[in-house]
């Protein structure tokens, strides 16, 4: 099972920022917050990941809280080429916990002109 | 500097038949995790490969299996198939435990 919680969609008017929110209250200390996104049939995307520290990358940033039991992902400045769904999910990078990736529902972001 | 290939992009079988996926992996990677993804559904991890061994398998039955290559492509066999192994099957790659990058996938159907 998934060790994240996300709300099932969301919605964003374009050029405004997109705040997706990601529960992971059973994360350990070795596990990583990912974040994918899939535009619909195609393969995820890889966006940014991070352990404890806020991340940014050309794409997006990530905000962890203190407690690491919950993060957001920021898309700055929302298009519509960024509606798809949008997946958290926590991973260890030992290398034999470190394999697989955890897909939960993901939450579904629209972004409306 | 290519990403992730898979072939065929589509594919069309029927019940009891047998179908091979290929995976070419992105350049410097030389992990192959496999995945399933059903209509309206997350990727479900099917296994991964490194080192041309399979390291982590997830719930799926011996109908699938896989194999890599040394060159780190891969490929995915499914066995006796069954309606409900219609889906999209997905294949990600990585440099060890690092970030995984997928393909754009192939969608099996069958009938």
């Known amino acids: 099972d998934a060790k994240t919680t996300q709300p099932p969609s969301m919605d964003c008017a374009e050029g405004r920022a997109a705040n997706l929110p990601c529960n992971h209250s059973t994360i350990s200390g070795n596990e990583y917050v990912y974040w994918y996104r899939q535009i619909h049939s195609q393969g995820p995307q890889y966006i940014i990941h991070g352990l404890k520290n806020n991340e940014t990358n050309e794409m997006a940033s990530l905000i962890i809280t203190e407690d690491r039991k919950s993060s957001t992902l920021i898309l700055p400045h929302a298009t519509l080429r960024d509606t798809a769904v949008y997946y958290c999910i926590v991973r260890s990078h030992q290398y034999n916990q470190g394999g697989k990736l955890i897909f939960g529902q993901g939450t579904e972001l629209s972004v409306k002109p | 500097d290519a990403g992730v290939t898979q072939s065929p992009t589509h594919l069309i079988k029927t019940r009891g038949q047998q179908v091979t996926l290929r995976c070419s992996p992105k350049?410097?990677?030389?992990?192959v995790s496999w995945y399933q993804q059903a209509l309206g559904q997350g990727p479900q991890f099917i296994f991964q490969y490194y080192e041309e061994e399979e390291r982590q398998r997830g719930n799926f039955p011996d109908r699938f299996s896989g194999h890599q290559f040394p060159n780190y492509s891969s490929e995915l066999n499914v066995n006796a198939l069954l309606l409900g192994d219609s889906a999209l099957y997905l294949c990600?790659?990585?440099?060890?435990?690092?970030?995984?990058?997928f393909g754009p996938g192939t969608r099996l159907t069958v009938l």
């Open positions: 990600a790659s990585s440099r060890r435990g690092n970030e995984q990058f």
């Open positions: 350049s410097g990677h030389d992990t």
